[in-house]
């Protein structure tokens, strides 16, 4: 277990750690143990303020490439130091296993951020189109605002193209899971980037994180998270016509067609469904599979499911950890009470109690879900699984787009070609086939209710680059 000292009474505001306007704090609860683990300010408005006049004395429209490449590279060497340190802190402030913390939570990260350098050092920011000279200048001072859920991903998806387009940042960690991210922003020190290029302001999203959204010096909002609050930050970014980037929920269905190699598509398919305990945005919650196969993969289901064990996050052989907070440990029990109410039959877990303390929830799997039904369209962040039939592939496609998400999923078939065939109708913004790898250089965003923009590698690095034309004579 960390021994780390949690308690962060500063702001890094201009390149420097600085006493906040306000003195109140939020306290972090560790998930395990229901105890308070850490404290970090409670940001002010004014906080916000200086944080952003510091960004934008910071930024400058004409930095060079080079410049771009030295800090990012700084970046990345400074934050791989930390990770082994930032990967318990992670453990400590959400309850990741400590397995999936030294590698889905940091190693993913580092990869994602080694993309941006690809990137980078093959980008070309000036093309000729006709008599044009189109130019790609980095947009400005960015807002970000990230969630607990993956919080050193997260960061590093915003931070670093930001970093690599010569932007300029503000950045709102989650009140949940805000220590990991204090101590990001110690490797940016270590880096040793310019006053003002990254600025780390703490506190509530509705005084923090909206003043962020409406502050007429940020130029640019990147937001993940819930698809209601991502609406508002768009609401209030558009009061000023600024650019926004939404990350937010997902609803995605692991399609597995007849024909597929059930027990492999099923195997993986409960992985991702439990992949950090569930809290996972692109999480394949919903489990398609044909009728003629439906009570082989029921049982190939269960099986599979009574090999994640649940506890102790500190226990390297623990997969499933706490909810990462009592709100969402009672959002995720709220969904399994309801769930029997419009006819989903409890197959395997349930809502008892795992552990006497901490938030722990038991993997969840209901089968028979009618797809419009709460559970069949909304999304519950926790290791609940829907497992829906379908009689042929258009009733498939209809269930698979069916909800208002778009994000994530998987297709499975006898061969690629008849995946790819039916990934091209579904509505979402990535899919994976046949058990394809994932890329972190490949671009992820949403389609619907899912978002607005891109992220990851050359793809997410453009959001952060304005598109200037110049005619030649």
Same mark, same amino acid.
């Given at each position: 277990?960390?021994?780390?000292?949690?308690?962060?009474?500063?702001?890094? /505001?201009?390149?420097?750690?600085?006493?906040?306007?306000?003195? $109140?704090?939020?306290? #972090?609860?560790?998930?395990?143990?229901?105890?308070?683990?850490?404290?970090?300010?409670?940001?002010?408005?004014?906080?916000?303020?200086?944080?952003?006049?510091?960004?934008?004395?910071?930024?400058?429209?004409? /930095?060079? #490439?080079?410049?771009?490449?030295?800090?990012?590279?700084?970046?990345?060497?400074?934050?791989?130091?930390?990770?082994?340190?930032?990967?318990?802190?992670?453990?400590?402030?959400?309850?990741?296993?400590?397995?999936? $913390?030294?590698?889905?939570?940091?190693?993913?990260?580092?990869?994602?951020?080694?993309?941006?350098?690809?990137?980078?050092?093959?980008?070309?920011?000036?093309?000729?189109?006709?008599?044009? +000279?189109?130019?790609?200048? *980095?947009?400005? &001072?960015?807002?970000?605002?990230?969630?607990?859920?993956?919080?050193?991903?997260?960061? &590093?998806?915003?931070?670093?193209?930001?970093?690599?387009?010569?932007?300029?940042?503000? +950045?709102?960690?989650?009140?949940?899971?805000?220590?990991?991210?204090?101590?990001?922003?110690?490797? +940016?020190?270590?880096?040793?980037?310019? *006053?003002? #290029?990254?600025?780390?302001?703490?506190?509530?999203?509705?005084?923090?994180?909206?003043?962020?959204?409406?502050?007429?010096?940020?130029?640019?909002?990147?937001?993940?998270?819930?698809?209601?609050?991502?609406?508002?930050?768009?609401?209030?970014?558009?009061?000023?016509?600024?650019?926004?980037?939404?990350?937010?929920?997902?609803?995605?269905?692991?399609?597995?067609?007849?024909?597929?190699?059930?027990?492999?598509? /099923?195997?993986?398919?409960?992985?991702?469904?439990?992949?950090?305990?569930?809290?996972?945005?692109?999480?394949?919650?919903?489990?398609?599979?044909?009728?003629?196969?439906?009570?082989?993969? +029921?049982?190939?289901?269960?099986?599979?499911?009574?090999?994640?064990?649940?506890?102790? *996050?500190?226990?390297?052989?623990?997969?499933?950890?706490?909810?990462?907070?009592?709100?969402?440990?009672?959002?995720?029990?709220g969904f399994i009470e309801r769930a029997p109410q419009e006819g989903a039959r409890l197959v395997a877990?349930?809502?008892?109690?795992?552990?006497?303390?901490?938030?722990?929830?038991?993997?969840?799997?209901?089968?028979?879900?009618?797809?419009?039904?709460?559970?069949?369209?909304?999304?519950?962040?926790?290791?609940?699984?829907?497992?829906?039939?379908?009689?042929?592939?258009?009733?498939?496609?209809?269930?698979?787009?069916?909800?208002?998400?778009?994000?994530?999923?998987?297709?499975?078939?006898?061969?690629?070609?008849?995946?790819?065939?039916?990934?091209?109708?579904?509505?979402?913004?990535?899919?994976? /086939?046949?058990?394809?790898?994932?890329?972190?250089?490949?671009?992820?965003?949403?389609?619907?209710?899912?978002?607005?923009?891109?992220?990851?590698?050359?793809?997410?690095?453009?959001?952060?680059?304005?598109?200037?034309?110049?005619?030649?004579?």
């Amino acid at each position: 277990m960390s021994n780390h000292d949690y308690a962060r009474s500063k702001l890094f /505001i201009d390149g420097r750690w600085v006493d906040p306007a306000g003195t $109140a704090t939020i306290e #972090v609860i560790d998930p395990a143990t229901e105890q308070v683990c850490g404290s970090v300010p409670s940001g002010t408005e004014a906080d916000v303020d200086a944080a952003v006049a510091a960004a934008r004395r910071a930024f400058d429209p004409l /930095i060079t #490439v080079d410049e771009r490449r030295g800090r990012l590279d700084a970046v990345i060497t400074a934050m791989e130091r930390r990770l082994p340190d930032i990967a318990e802190t992670i453990t400590q402030e959400m309850g990741a296993p400590i397995r999936i $913390a030294q590698s889905v939570q940091t190693r993913v990260p580092l990869a994602v951020a080694r993309g941006f350098a690809d990137a980078l050092a093959r980008y070309e920011f000036e093309e000729r189109i006709a008599n044009s +000279l189109v130019l790609r200048e *980095p947009y400005g &001072v960015v807002a970000a605002i990230t969630p607990w859920n993956y919080p050193l991903y997260q960061v &590093v998806a915003k931070v670093l193209p930001a970093i690599a387009a010569g932007c300029t940042v503000v +950045l709102k960690p989650s009140n949940d899971a805000p220590l990991s991210v204090f101590e990001f922003v110690d490797a +940016l020190q270590d880096a040793g980037l310019p *006053p003002g #290029v990254v600025n780390l302001v703490s506190g509530p999203g509705r005084v923090i994180g909206e003043r962020m959204a409406a502050h007429p010096e940020v130029d640019f909002v990147s937001f993940t998270g819930s698809t209601s609050v991502g609406s508002r930050v768009g609401e209030l970014a558009g009061q000023s016509i600024k650019k926004v980037a939404l990350e937010l929920g997902g609803k995605s269905a692991n399609v597995i067609l007849a024909g597929a190699d059930l027990d492999t598509a /099923i195997k993986v398919g409960v992985g991702n469904a439990f992949l950090n305990g569930g809290q996972t945005c692109m999480a394949w919650t919903r489990m398609l599979v044909p009728l003629s196969r439906y009570s082989e993969a +029921l049982e190939l289901v269960q099986a599979a499911v009574s090999k994640y064990s649940v506890g102790d *996050p500190w226990d390297p052989g623990t997969r499933i950890g706490p909810s990462a907070s009592e709100a969402q440990y009672q959002t995720v029990l709220g969904f399994i009470e309801r769930a029997p109410q419009e006819g989903a039959r409890l197959v395997a877990g349930g809502g008892q109690k795992v552990h006497d303390v901490g938030y722990y929830i038991a993997p969840t799997v209901f089968a028979d879900v009618d797809p419009a039904s709460e559970l069949g369209q909304e999304e519950v962040f926790g290791p609940v699984l829907a497992v829906i039939p379908f009689r042929d592939t258009d009733e498939a496609l209809d269930i698979a787009n069916g909800t208002p998400y778009g994000l994530s999923g998987a297709v499975w078939a006898a061969d690629d070609d008849t995946a790819i065939a039916f990934a091209r109708q579904v509505q979402t913004g990535q899919l994976d /086939i046949n058990g394809g790898k994932y890329n972190p250089a490949a671009p992820f965003g949403g389609y619907k209710k899912s978002g607005i923009g891109r992220e990851l590698g050359r793809i997410g690095f453009e959001e952060y680059l304005q598109i200037k034309s110049l005619q030649l004579p």
